[in-house]
């Protein structure tokens, strides 16, 4: 690549050399994108060893080329684990993720009558910030990606924290992570092994401590439930 200016994300820099390899009558690369404002979560790509490269609390899309030497090789390629297939080039499916999310990741409300509204239940402003922190997961899959054991545990426990520490999630609360669990486990997710490597790379900075909160919603599932 020639002439890329160090104000480009890396997502231009890929448009421009797409735009090269088409103008040359070569295959362009397939790589995932859509916002490209660091909320969606699409542009997840291995860069130089690194999930979404060698800057830190960002996305893919964040990423700007002046983080990298001139005349330096850099080495792109998709998240790898077993649980991500690759579709094509640097695409991944990621829909096991959708698939733990449906397991549990929802609310029951009672809609007889007049529902109330949300922000008329009280909760107190730790809780409320705890929850607001494990909610800006985007589901990027950087942790998976970073693991030494493709693990989804800062993932899932990130999306049970979510529902877990706010009230209108306690209905479902011992079914939810049983079933987000073991639906990671059946999409072939490794185990954690508390390196950290998740939370290092996760672009939206996402807490160990919602993998510990996890486990506590999980054993204290499984001894209550029936």
């Not at 200016?5 to 421009?16: A, H, Y």
């Not at 990298?68 to 077993?82: C, S």
């Not at 991944?92 to 922000?119: C, E, H, K, L, P």
């Amino acid at each position: 690549m020639d002439n890329v200016s160090t104000d480009s994300s890396f997502l231009e820099m890929l448009d421009q050399l797409n735009e090269q390899l088409v103008n040359s009558r070569q295959e362009p690369i397939a790589f995932d994108h859509d916002c490209r404002e660091g909320i969606c979560g699409m542009c997840s790509l291995y860069i130089n060893g690194e999930a979404h490269g060698p800057d830190r609390a960002v996305t893919t899309c964040q990423l700007h080329m002046r983080k990298f030497k001139d005349g330096e090789t850099i080495y792109v390629e998709p998240w790898r684990a077993k649980a991500f297939p690759v579709i094509k080039d640097l695409v991944v499916d990621r829909s096991s993720f959708d698939r733990i999310q449906q397991a549990g990741g929802f609310v029951s409300v009672n809609t007889s009558g007049r529902t109330m509204d949300a922000n008329a239940i009280p909760i107190g402003k730790a809780e409320a910030d705890k929850a607001f922190e494990a909610a800006t997961c985007i589901g990027c899959g950087a942790c998976v990606a970073s693991c030494k054991n493709a693990s989804a545990m800062l993932f899932v426990s990130a999306k049970v924290s979510q529902l877990a520490l706010l009230p209108q999630g306690q209905v479902e609360a011992k079914q939810r992570v049983l079933n987000m669990v073991k639906q990671m486990d059946e999409e072939g997710f490794g185990n954690c092994t508390n390196t950290g490597a998740c939370a290092v790379e996760c672009p939206k900075e996402i807490s160990l401590e919602n993998i510990a909160r996890m486990n506590r919603e999980y054993f204290t599932a499984m001894l209550t439930s029936e």
